[in-house]
């Protein structure tokens, strides 16, 4: 099972950016799937964006074209470019692995067993 440690949160103005990292340790990296997910306070966990292990790419539709995530297998990190940030992006970002290997599923949460504790992103309007 793979550790996660998110960094790179913070308080910017409407329209900026932000660049999340998430750096892995533990057995194995590249064959699994990472993620985003956030949760604003009072709201679900949501799923923002996904790279497979063939680095294939989704996203919310609420974060496309505005958000990019990447993954560097030897750093053993995963990014999150946010740019356009709006009030409503503001949460705690959460960066996930995947259960199993090579998965290719849906990007449910129930689907991830390894977590961060978690950064926090406050977008000022």
């Known amino acids: 099972q793979l550790q996660l440690v998110e960094s790179g949160g913070g308080l910017v103005q409407a329209g900026g950016s932000l660049r999340l990292s998430c750096a892995a340790s533990?057995?194995?990296?590249?064959?699994?799937?990472m993620a985003w997910f956030r949760q604003a306070p009072g709201k679900e966990r949501e799923f923002v964006a996904g790279?497979?292990?063939?680095?294939?790419?989704y996203y919310a539709d609420s974060v496309k074209g505005r958000f990019t995530i990447s993954r560097d297998n030897i750093k053993r990190t995963v990014y999150l470019q946010m740019n356009s940030l709006k009030p409503e992006d503001t949460a705690i970002y959460y960066c996930?692995?995947?259960?199993?290997?090579?998965?290719?599923?849906?990007?449910?949460?129930?689907?991830?067993?390894?977590w961060g504790p978690g950064t926090q992103v406050t977008i000022s309007s």
């Open positions: 996930a692995a995947s259960k199993s290997e090579y998965y290719s599923g849906g990007y449910n949460a129930a689907d991830f067993g390894s």
């Open positions: 790279i497979l292990w063939n680095v294939n790419t």
């Open positions: 533990g057995r194995g990296f590249s064959s699994w799937a």
